[in-house]
């Protein structure tokens, strides 16, 4: 498990995603300020100096694949200043093995499914490799196969996660800490587990009678 996962629990609306936008700075507050990395970060190059430190999962894929080819969209990510700095060993197409989707390597990107879609942006962060994920509803469209590879690959992220998710299962896997942004504020909560009984069904395939 991360030994920094953060879950950022809230009502629809009430402005997850705009908080995750406001860290990154694709957003600026109205009051206050965003200190990243013990830096004030108020102007957009402020902001620029600190941002290739941070990976950050779209809550819509194709807000993120800006490239057709699957190829060029993962080469284009080391090309940013923390890999740079980093000195990767410039094969940024080993993220894709690690997800278990090399296969998908010479793929289109608008051919792929949507859980696919959501593990190729996740691949191109881990090619940065940032210090910090920040990930806004990641199981959204994903199927049960491609979870598992998405929750593989984040319980090994050596990082710090801040994750918004309505996902109870997968936020049981990611978070150890929680916090609650409302109306009246951002507090920190707790994460705990009750036991449940509830019945749903199961999908097997039917064998060939002999």
Not at 69 to 91: E, F, G, M, Q, Y
Not at 125 to 150: C, S
Not at 155 to 184: N, P, Q, W, Y
Request: include cysteine; aromatic fraction near 4%.
């Amino acid at each position: 498990m991360p030994v920094n996962g953060w879950l950022l629990s809230g009502p629809n609306g009430v402005g997850k995603t705009t908080l995750l936008r406001t860290i990154a700075g694709l957003e600026y507050p109205e009051a206050g300020e965003v200190i990243l990395f013990g830096q004030a970060c108020k102007r957009e190059a402020e902001f620029r100096i600190q941002r290739p430190r941070i990976g950050f999962l779209f809550q819509e894929s194709d807000d993120q694949l800006f490239c057709r080819a699957l190829s060029k969209t993962l080469h284009l990510a080391p090309a940013t200043p923390a890999c740079l700095i980093k000195k990767p060993d410039n094969v940024p197409l080993k993220p894709l093995d690690k997800l278990g989707i090399a296969h998908l390597a010479e793929r289109f990107t608008h051919r792929l499914s949507g859980g696919e879609k959501r593990l190729v942006c996740l691949a191109g962060l881990l090619a940065m490799r940032p210090d910090v994920l920040l990930l806004d509803e990641p199981t959204n469209g994903v199927d049960a196969e491609n979870g598992a590879k998405l929750r593989t690959a984040l319980l090994t992220f050596d990082g710090a996660i801040l994750l918004v998710s309505h996902d109870e299962h997968f936020v049981t896997d990611i978070a150890t800490r929680a916090m609650v942004l409302s109306a009246k504020g951002l507090h920190e909560a707790n994460i705990h587990q009750h036991l449940h009984q509830h019945h749903h069904p199961h999908i097997h395939p039917k064998l060939p009678k002999e």
